[in-house]
Every structure is written in C-alpha cells, then in structure tokens.
C-alpha cells in the first residue's frame, strides 16, 4: 500500500555494546543444577554476557550510543532528547539517561528513562517518535540498556541461566518522506504483576530486590499477547505480514519466538534471532538483535521492519518502521 508522505521519525542509525565477559551454559552448570543440553532446548540460550566492575547500565548505553551517532553521521551535541528505557538503572535517580548526556557531552536537552522491563524499549521509541512528530525535538538517542545480573538471584536455576547484560541504541532523526516509524501500540496489564516482577523496591523493602518468574505462566501469554500486537501494528500501518521484510523479536526464548511466528504465518528466515548468543536481555534485546541485523547487512534501507517485545507488568508491544 502507498504510505503518505509526512514528518516521521527515522532510524538513522543503530548501535550495541556488550560486557566483556561472556558466560557459556557449561559454566552456568558449574554453579547451578543444570545442564547445557535443559538451556538450549527449552530456550535456544548458549551464551549471555555478564557485566564486571566498572560496567554499569549508563556505561553500556554509553557505549551503544557513541555507535549509533558515529553510524548516524551526528555529533552528541546534536541530540535533542535522550529516551533510556531500563529496569536496572545505575541509580534509584538521578535517571540513566542524564547519566548517558553527561557521559557523552550532550549539551542541554530531554533525558529521562522510561520503565517497561522488557518493552521498554518499544515504550521509549514510542515515546520519543510522537516527540519528534509533535516537534518537540529533531534528533533523539533511543536506548535499550540494562545489567539484570546484578538482579538475578544466582541459586535459583529457573531464572538465573534466563538474562543477560547488555545495550542498544538507536538515532531517530526528524524526516519528511515516507520512510520512519509507520506505527507503534503499546499495552500493559497490571494484574499480572506477580508472574514477572522484582522483589524488592525503594519504597516497600528498601533494597533492590532479586527477579521472580513464573516462567510458565508468562510464556503462554506472551506467545498471544506478541502475535495480537503484531496483527494489531501492522493493521494499524495499513500492512499485510506478507508485506514484512524483518521481524526484531524480544529474545527471551527461542521458542515463543518460534511460536509466535507460526501463529502470523512468517517464515523463521525473516526472523532475527539472536537468543543464543545474548539470552534476554529485557529492554536492550530488540536494539541489540536490530543492530546485529543491520551491520551483518540483513536489513537495508527501504526494508519494513517490525519490532516487538512483552515483558514484565504485564507490558508489551510493537512498532512497523520502513528502514
Ligand atoms: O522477558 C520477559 C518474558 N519472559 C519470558 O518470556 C520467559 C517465558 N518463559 C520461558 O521462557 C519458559 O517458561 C522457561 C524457559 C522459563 C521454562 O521453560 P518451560 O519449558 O516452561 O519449563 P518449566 O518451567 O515448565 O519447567 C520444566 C522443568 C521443571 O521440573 P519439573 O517440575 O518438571 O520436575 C523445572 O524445575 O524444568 C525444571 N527446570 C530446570 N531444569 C534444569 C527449570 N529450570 C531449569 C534449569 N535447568 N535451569
């Protein structure tokens, strides 16, 4: 269909940062009781990488950042506005994302960071995309960063061999024309809180709290909820999935990726999957796995590009973006 020409918000360029260390299944087996063979069948995991001293949410997001401007042609002090979405900020505040300004030697601009665990990054670009077309800022940094190691509980198997750390970054630059973000819709349902959530918090327990997962639980309504929000975005944008170069899933599991493609009827070889090498790493996921698509040159300009994610609260989402 013919997509009318309009002020959008453009991709203009897409970056990642990882630990250094990296974690293999086998290792995770030395401390836990499980085994390489339980990770990859039931979720496709073989590696994750693991934040060390010095490495911290706003470091990585940093670092994915500095990327994304490079890749989009623009200096830090042309950013207008600074969307961070984490669960695991640096600090209670000030936010991850004043850190990230300061980091980089953005002058003044909007930074704050936005909280929707694992949509969070969804939730930030579509916060940051009604900004540019309400004209509240040309040029905005999307970040997707988060350290949940320093939030698992290491002794319980279920979750612990789950997550990763990690960041993604994206540039949105103001455009008129007909590439951008086509459409986004967020949801959320907050009685399901007890499934995904962080025992802890400033204001109840005063500490930080390790995760809870009821993991069965939250795979069979992210497998409807992902392929509900799909149909729903690419409705939305006036798009069939026929249409649908890439799809950029959250990767949490392998399997309700899988799942969730079958239900829309996409083929797997238009699905990005980077589970194996990353595990979940909540908001950072989808620009991480977006930007090793771009760089290994599976996604090009004019592509249409669908990104999605579901996460804790329950939260989830998508967005249709013509590359
Ligand atoms: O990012 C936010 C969204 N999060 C997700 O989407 C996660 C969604 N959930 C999942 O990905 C899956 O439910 C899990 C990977 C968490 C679990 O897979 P499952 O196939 O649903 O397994 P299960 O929880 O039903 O557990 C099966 C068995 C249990 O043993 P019994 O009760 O059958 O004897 C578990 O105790 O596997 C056991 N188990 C493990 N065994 C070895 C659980 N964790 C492990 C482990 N190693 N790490």
Known sequence: MTIE???????????????????????????????????????????????????????????????????????PGEIDLIVLATATPDQTFPSSATRVQAMLGVGDCIAFDVHAVCTGFLYALSVADAMLRAGNADTALVIGAETFSRILDWEDRTTCVLFGDGAGAVVLKAEEGTRGILATRLHADGRHSDMLYVDGGPSTTGTVGKLRMKGREVFRHAVVNLADVLTEVLGVAGLTADEVDWVVPHQANARIIDATARKLGLSSDRVVL??????????????????????????????????????????WGAAAVRF
């Open 5 to 75: 020409v309009a002020r959008r918000a453009v991709i203009g360029g897409v970056g990642s940062a990882l630990p250094k260390r990296r974690v293999d299944n086998a290792e995770l087996a030395a401390q836990v009781d499980t085994t390489d063979e339980w990770i990859v069948e039931r979720t496709g995991i073989r590696t994750r990488y693991i934040a060390g001293d010095g490495e911290t949410t706003a470091t990585l997001a940093t670092e994915a950042s500095r990327k994304a401007l490079e890749q989009a042609g623009l200096e």
């Open 274 to 315: 980077t589970v194996d090498q990353h595990a979940n790493t909540s908001a950072a996921s989808v620009p991480l796995a977006l930007d090793v698509a771009v760089k290994d040159g599976r996604i090009k300009q004019g592509d249409l590009v669908v990104l999605e994610a579901m996460g804790g609260g329950f939260t």
